[in-house]
């Protein structure tokens, strides 16, 4: 049967199921607030989609679902944080008060998270700052899933961009994007549903062009988007994401001896800027004038407003959960991930 939950409701039934697959409370609160939000906005594929996938990670002993990461105050304007092979959401949290001092003093502040695991949409971590009035750009790179343009083997990972800015008298203006062709999950879910993919989205195991989903995800691998100039943008996330933090590139994340885990083990950047510190007029006054123009343009759809939309709907009525999806919920929070495997 269908289930119909407020948002509150669904958090407390992913910290439960969190907690009872090996996560410490802090831990279940953080990444089950990020993946309800995920599910009320309507990013599906970094929703409850995603439970299974921590719940195996989890039961894989590849994840540390009760670290406690170390914070490391590296400059002026530069903040690292150690996750201890934990997830990197907790890790942001822990960062988050010294980061946004080390903002409001210098004008910019650089997080380098490594040692981490991310399996969530970007935008939950970047959308807040730009509620407060900052930009922020963040980037993570992944496992090796995505051939680079001209080439013939998986070496980048999805790896998404995600940035946002504040907009005066509007919303935030938000943006997440992986940089192959689709993310890895929405081609999940297509294989889930039995749908073919649209041209120029993956690659089978020969490296012959496929719209088959289960040539993609067993033995092929995703193209970027975009040709080389999605390629050039996602090897720059490689070296801001691994290089620079401390983190795995996409083809150093080996997770052969821990059978069920499937959260991506590197790193991930944040950038953040005050833009009080620019000239000019004031920032959110201009980027609302820059949307006016585009949208006087001809432009109906701007990044973040449906998700926006989502929320809204879903705070008001609640968020409706069919029966398989509310059934797969129910199993792993009573049996783990056992509940799904049986």
């Known amino acids: 049967m269908a289930q119909r939950l407020s948002f509150d409701e669904l958090v407390i039934v992913l910290e439960d199921i969190l907690q009872k697959a090996g996560t410490s409370p802090d831990v279940a609160a953080i990444i089950a607030q990020n993946c309800a939000a995920c599910e009320r906005d309507g990013s599906k594929s970094h929703g409850i989609f995603r439970m299974r996938g921590y719940v195996s990670t989890l039961a894989s002993g590849w994840v540390d679902g009760a ?10 304007s530069f903040l690292r944080v150690d996750a201890q092979n934990g997830f990197a959401q907790p890790a ?81 203006f938000v943006f997440d994007m992986a940089t192959s062709a689709w993310s890895h999950g929405d081609v999940q879910i297509a294989r889930a549903e039995g749908r073919l993919l649209p041209e120029g989205v993956g690659v089978d195991a020969g490296g012959a062009p496929t719209r088959d989903p ?45 059978p069920g885990a499937v959260t991506p083990h590197t790193g991930q950047f944040i950038l953040l800027i005050d833009p009080a510190r620019g000239g000019g007029l004031p920032f959110d006054l201009r980027a609302a004038e820059f949307t006016q123009t585009m949208r ?34 129910d199993k792993l929070r009573q049996f783990g991930i056992a509940g799904l495997n049986g």
């Open 92 to 172: 942001l949290a822990a960062a988050r008060p010294l980061l946004l001092d080390k903002l409001r003093e210098n004008g910019a502040a650089v997080l380098a998270i490594r040692n981490s695991h991310h399996l969530s949409a970007l935008w939950p971590d970047i959308e807040p700052f730009a509620d407060e009035g900052y930009i922020a750009l963040s980037v993570v790179n992944s496992m090796a899933v995505t051939v680079p343009f001209g080439a013939k083997r998986a070496v980048f990972g999805t790896n998404p961009i995600a940035f946002a800015a504040p907009v005066a008298g509007d919303l935030p």
């Open 67 to 76: 670290a406690q990461p170390v914070v490391e105050d590296a400059a002026p």
């Open 214 to 258: 289960n040539l993609v995800l067993e033995g092929g691998a995703l193209l970027p988007f975009g040709g080389h100039k999605g390629s050039a943008i996602s090897m720059m996330i490689e070296l801001l994401g691994a290089a620079l933090t401390g983190g795995k590139f996409s083809t150093e994340v080996d997770w052969s001896r821990h």
């Open 296 to 329: 006087e343009a001809g432009l109906d759809h701007l990044p973040g407003v449906r998700r926006h939309k989502n929320r809204a709907k879903a705070l008001q009525s609640g968020m409706t959960l069919d029966a398989d999806a509310w059934a797969n919920l």
